[in-house]
């Protein structure tokens, strides 16, 4: 399968009735229209990919960097620009430079890989950010039922100095980060309104920018589905 993608924008959830009476959570998409700002290939780059671009800017908000990268593909600056790797320089045949690229692109495709930032959550405990149960309530614990508890064990590994293990669960900022959800079914694609509506929820807040692709890897049963078995 010739990988695909498009940048999109978080429009909200809603429901979605199936033709049994069935009805599902979707999360509608605002999905293109994109232009194409640059194709890389092994030649020139070292490797094969495409650059797209989403969303218009005011070129008073803009710089001039941006603007003159975007006026080479006869764009206006935009918002959002991302890539989508590609295998080899023939997959980048098929694109050329101020190529438009819709919803339509993701036709045929029944799952999606959807990526974004999460919402933030600010500052959190470690019963909240990481799911600790908290010490106990008896036995003398006094005003620390919400601690982490110890955090020094193993800070004196040979070769690590004394001090804390990188990596260890505490508290800190919590959200903000950079999440995929794999294998989202595709309910439905609008190519006149430029919607994609698949099942489920999808990172971020509404109004959030997505980048939507197809999937890297499927489960067996909906490999089955993909190609048609």
Known sequence: ???????GKKIG???????????????????????VTQV??????GYAAVQLAFDDAKARTSKQPVMGHDAKA???????????????????????????????ALEGIKFVDVTGTSK???????MVRWNFKGLCASHGTERKHRSPGSIGGGGADRGRGPKIKKGKKMSGHMGDERVTVRSLDVVSIDAEKNLLVVKGAVPGASNGYLFIRTPTRLYKRKARIQAGK
Do not use: Y
Not at 13 to 35: H, K, L
Not at 40 to 45: E, G, R
Not at 79 to 84: A, F, K, P, T, V
């Open 120 to 126: 933030g959550k600010g500052f959190q405990g470690t």
């Open 40 to 45: 890389k290939t092994a030649a020139t780059d």
């Open 13 to 35: 959830m809603s429901r979605w009735f199936m033709a049994d009476g069935t009805n599902i959570p979707v999360t509608v998409i605002e999905a293109g229209p994109c232009v």
């Open 74 to 104: 006869g764009s206006d600056p935009k918002r959002l620009h991302r890539e989508l790797r590609l295998d080899t320089d023939k997959d980048a045949e098929g694109f050329t430079l101020g190529q438009s690229v819709t919803v339509s």
């Open 1 to 7: 399968m010739t990988a695909a993608a498009i940048l």
